[in-house]
């Protein structure tokens, strides 16, 4: 599969990236959460689906922009339900909302532990997490 993540294109439209994707010969969209595909739009992400299946267009992933450590973990679950109505079981979450060597060691503790039943939760769910590491995200330098 070759596709693009759609938070490369904030200013089109959902449509207009599926057209584009299509022009180029793409097969699936990372769909972000931010812009095109708000979590508690679900109106919005059917149809974003529907497109996608009319077009031959997989959803990669969902680009959730929930960060561990900032977000509510019961709020995982509004993801995961808009993850699957986009169609994938692929959801990338922020790995923290600082950098590494900014956490003391009980925020460690308590970081580490959330990650332990944000696993829990998707293996519960039958979806898979993958963390983002940015700046600003738990990453050592």
Do not use: Q
Request: proline share 1%; hydrophobic share 35%; aromatic share 10%.
């Amino acid at each position: 599969m070759i596709g693009l993540a759609s938070v490369s294109f904030r200013e089109n439209e959902p449509l207009e990236i599926i057209k584009e994707a299509l022009k180029c010969g793409l097969n699936c969209i990372e769909w972000g959460s931010d812009v095109h595909a708000p979590v508690y739009n679900e109106e919005n992400l059917k149809i974003i689906k529907s497109e996608c299946e009319k077009n031959g267009i997989a959803c990669s992933s969902y680009g959730t922009y929930f960060k561990i450590g900032e977000y509510s973990i019961d709020k995982l679950y509004d993801y995961i339900k808009s993850a699957k109505i986009l169609g994938t079981d692929i959801l990338r979450v922020w790995c923290g909302n600082k950098d590494a060597h900014e956490y003391s060691e009980e925020e460690k503790e308590v970081f580490f532990e959330e990650c332990k039943k944000i696993a829990k939760i998707a293996e519960e769910e039958n979806v898979k997490i993958c963390m983002e590491c940015h700046r600003n995200s738990f990453v050592s330098k």
